[in-house]
């Protein structure tokens, strides 16, 4: 999915190749999501499968 991995890319402000959890606030809210810093941090611990703190694209690609 080219275009989704480009979306990603542009989020991965850092290149680090994983959204960090401000990074990944970036990507819900430009998906339309308004959501409060506690909502965030919800979705991210149900996207972040291996709960290491970051979305890796894998993980970015299951949750949109």
């Not at 402000?13 to 959501?35: I, M, R, W």
């Given at each position: 999915m080219p275009?989704?991995?480009?979306?990603?890319a542009?989020?991965?402000k850092d290149g680090s190749l994983?959204?960090?959890p401000s990074?990944?606030?970036?990507a819900v809210q430009s998906l339309g999501c308004d959501l409060t810093p506690?909502?965030?941090a919800?979705?991210?611990?149900?996207?972040d499968s291996d709960h290491n703190?970051?979305?890796t694209?894998?993980?970015f690609e299951v949750f949109t």
């Amino acid at each position: 999915m080219p275009d989704l991995r480009s979306a990603f890319a542009t989020f991965d402000k850092d290149g680090s190749l994983a959204l960090e959890p401000s990074e990944f606030q970036a990507a819900v809210q430009s998906l339309g999501c308004d959501l409060t810093p506690l909502e965030v941090a919800r979705v991210l611990a149900v996207v972040d499968s291996d709960h290491n703190g970051y979305v890796t694209y894998e993980e970015f690609e299951v949750f949109t």
